[in-house]
């Protein structure tokens, strides 16, 4: 499976934007994907995930509320609606691919890896 990440941008604190995940390959809808960040200085994180028919999320306690994972299997795409950004939502935004539970939150729990896509919110 091959991920891109596409939808970041300079925004301003309360503004929203919808990050997309691109993905290649017959078996997407078989794959959880997870969205992670990673702001200057500090270590990867994980933000939300999706399971592979959509039927299950899963989110970090600072998005509950402001962002909502979703994907059309049709498209071979996941988005991030991302609400009521905050300038400590900046990072650089991953998806990634792997077949565990959404509530495996572990960069290792993923094997395949999009190229990030930069998220700055001013305030």
């Known amino acids: 499976v091959q991920l891109q990440a596409s939808g970041g941008g300079l925004v301003q604190a309360g503004d929203s934007l919808r990050l997309s995940c691109a993905a290649s390959g017959r078996t997407f809808s078989s794959y959880t994907i997870g969205w992670f960040r990673q702001a200057p200085g500090k270590e990867r994180e994980f933000v939300a995930a999706i399971s592979g028919s959509g039927g299950s999320s899963y989110y970090i306690n600072s998005v509950k509320g402001r962002f909502t994972i979703s994907r059309d299997n049709a498209k071979n795409t996941v988005y991030l609606q991302m609400n009521s950004l905050k300038p400590e939502d900046t990072a650089v935004y991953y998806c990634?691919?792997?077949?565990?539970?959404?509530?495996?939150?572990?960069?290792?729990?993923?094997?395949?890896w999009g190229q990030g896509t930069q998220v700055t919110v001013s305030s």
């Open positions: 990634a691919a792997g077949p565990s539970s959404v509530r495996n939150t572990g960069q290792r729990e993923y094997d395949y």
